[in-house]
């Protein structure tokens, strides 16, 4: 097989998502790889409550999520870690936290 259908094999079973702190970012590495950004529904309520939904399934795939720590650091990585847990709900094969600095 050669490294560039080993490559769209992989990418087949990859979900890339977006957190609130980073989607521009999350936009560039998935037009860096030749995909899009999956879909979730990322809310926060007037209470301060984060609510996170998975449009996609994620079930026996590769999921990473890119979420950065912005100003706001408590609620970001509980952001991300409402998403960790969806996506593991959602029976993901490998979830992957991309932190940019």
Do not use: H
Request: proline letters at 4%; hydrophobic letters at 40%; aromatic letters at 6%.
């Amino acid at each position: 097989i050669s490294a560039v259908a080993s490559y769209f094999r992989a990418m087949r079973n990859t979900l890339i998502f977006a957190g609130n702190s980073c989607p521009v970012l999350t936009g560039q590495i998935c037009e860096n790889l030749g995909t899009i950004p999956a879909d979730a529904e990322l809310t926060q309520f007037s209470n301060g409550e984060t609510s996170v939904r998975i449009l996609t399934s994620v079930r026996e795939k590769d999921v990473f999520v890119v979420q950065s720590g912005s100003p706001k650091i408590n609620d970001s990585i509980m952001e991300l870690l409402i998403m960790i847990s969806a996506c593991k709900g959602g029976s993901a094969n490998k979830i992957t936290a991309v932190l940019p600095y």
